[in-house]
């Protein structure tokens, strides 16, 4: 049965480590690109190691733009109780949009407002997978949106 409160707790967690904390392969290409760097840069990868340095030491998100969060919930289907898991996995956003705090992106294409919340009709995004078995895995990824500067999007 799927405890609705755990669900939320691990995942309020889980998006603060994902804020805050980079494995230790990718800070040590940073590092080596940072020492092997000569052009301008080099400043550029100092200040991203400064910032994750200081998230470490604070438990301030790394970067300012967290981004849309997006879960990815691998759940058996034997798991009873996954109607639980969406409510428990928004709930767990607006806590940590407050508590970590996560700046507020979620806005609505029509009436441009922002909910200050990071939820919204579909947000966060919930990827599911049903799999065979009675495990509950949750993944979530904060998805900044510099990668999408250079596309378009049209409305009609």
């Known amino acids: 049965m799927v405890n ?15 804020v805050t904390k980079l494995p230790s392969d990718v800070k040590e290409a940073l590092n080596h690109a940072y020492h092997n760097e000569t052009s301008v840069a080099k400043s550029q990868l100092k200040a991203i190691l400064d910032n994750i340095e200081l998230a470490e030491k604070t438990g301030a998100p790394m970067c300012q733009d967290t981004g849309i969060i997006i879960f990815y919930v691998k759940a058996g289907s034997e798991v009873s109780g996954l109607d639980k898991i969406e409510s428990a996995l928004r709930k767990a956003t607006i806590r940590a949009t407050k508590e970590i705090p996560l700046r507020p992106n979620a806005v609505n294409p029509f009436s441009h407002e922002n909910t200050g919340n990071n939820t919204g009709r579909f947000v966060p995004y919930i990827n599911w997978e049903i799999v065979s078995g009675t495990d509950l895995e949750i993944t979530v990824l904060p998805k900044g949106g510099g990668s999408e500067n250079v596309s378009a999007l049209g409305m009609l």
């Not at 609705?4 to 994902?18: F, G, S, T, Y």
């Open 4 to 18: 609705q409160q755990v669900v939320e707790n691990v995942a309020v967690k889980l998006l603060q480590l994902a």
